[in-house]
């Protein structure tokens, strides 16, 4: 987790679009959205969240494939404060370890 988020910023995510799109749900929490094609809207009050993706090649590290998912967020009507606290929900959900 980061210490604070921008009002836009991208990142990769070693994910396919269907896992991400099964983590999305709890990620967001209770909050109300709507999808369409490659582009979520979550309604944060009193803003809300545009999460966009795009498929790229996978990353490849010897016998190692690890897909790539290019994800973008923009918040708008939401203060430091509030992107902080959604986004701290946001990644602990979305993220994903080995051991």
Excluded: N
């Excluded at 990142?11 to 799109?21: A, F, I, K, P, Q």
């Excluded at 929490?29 to 709507?34: D, H, I, R, S």
């Excluded at 967020?73 to 203060?79: K, M, N, W």
């Amino acid at each position: 987790m980061q210490s604070s988020y921008a009002e836009r910023f991208e990142r990769d995510m070693g994910c396919t679009e269907s896992e991400w799109l099964g983590w999305l749900p709890a990620a967001i929490g209770g909050c109300a959205w709507q999808r369409e094609d490659y582009t979520v809207r979550v309604d944060i009050p009193p803003g809300s969240l545009q999460l966009s993706w795009q498929t790229r090649p996978p990353r490849v590290i010897a016998l190692m494939r690890m897909p790539v998912l290019h994800v973008g967020f923009v918040f708008d009507g939401l203060d430091a404060a509030q992107r902080h606290a959604f986004m701290k929900r946001f990644d602990l959900y979305m993220q994903r370890g080995g051991g």
